[in-house]
């Protein structure tokens, strides 16, 4: 298996959830916190009108990330709500937002992007394939084990944090996201 085939394959098996997959609002798309999330628009376009995307979108900005990903793309993005970033230590994100600790806030979050369009289909798929999990790299170069169990995707870092899927297959123009409810981290 060539090693693009084995990045989408390990995204997608990470992004889905089948308990988690949500139902669409209307003909536009999926919720995710207050906001319909449109496919006409980007990644960064919708995250920055969800509420609970807040803290992602402002750790985005702070890092320069913006313009990268409202770009052509394709990406995946594993996208943590403001209650995945409570979950790190007290005082973590204001440290990571300041100016000289950009380098590790912009490293923390490409290891939540890979260059390519996974859908959860595609990632349940993929982990299927390979008896239940897979590797998948992402641009920041971390690698992330998807796993489908139980009807759940999740994906771990090379720390032994566990994100669970908590909304797949939201649509991008250049993209799509999965909602994840645990920030992964770059081998520490």
């Known amino acids: 298996m060539n090693l693009k085939k084995s990045i989408v394959n390990v995204a997608l098996t990470s992004l889905i959830t089948l308990a988690a997959v949500p139902a669409f609002a209307g003909a536009h798309g999926v919720m995710v916190g207050s906001a319909e999330m449109v496919a006409s628009k980007t990644i960064v376009e919708n995250a920055s009108a969800s509420d609970e995307l807040a803290?992602?979108?402002?750790?985005?900005?702070?890092?320069?990330?913006?313009?990268?990903?409202?770009?052509?793309?394709?990406?995946?993005?594993?996208?943590?709500?403001?209650?995945?970033?409570?979950?790190?230590?007290?005082?973590?994100?204001?440290?990571?937002?300041?100016?000289?600790?950009?380098?590790?806030?912009?490293?923390?979050?490409?290891?939540?992007?890979?260059?390519?369009?996974a859908m959860a289909a595609d990632v349940i798929k993929m982990a299927t394939d390979n008896g239940g999990m897979a590797k998948v790299g992402t641009v920041g170069g971390c690698m992330l084990t998807a796993k489908y169990s139980n009807e759940q995707v999740t994906f771990t870092d090379e720390n032994g944090n566990v994100a669970t899927v908590t909304i797949a297959d939201v649509p991008q123009k250049n993209g799509v996201i999965h909602v994840i409810d645990t920030v992964l981290l770059p081998k520490s």
């Open 55 to 117: 803290v992602l979108v402002a750790a985005v900005t702070a890092a320069g990330l913006v313009e990268t990903l409202q770009g052509d793309g394709p990406f995946t993005v594993l996208a943590p709500t403001n209650a995945a970033f409570a979950k790190l230590p007290a005082g973590t994100v204001d440290t990571l937002l300041k100016p000289e600790n950009i380098g590790t806030l912009r490293t923390i979050l490409t290891c939540h992007v890979v260059a390519a369009k």
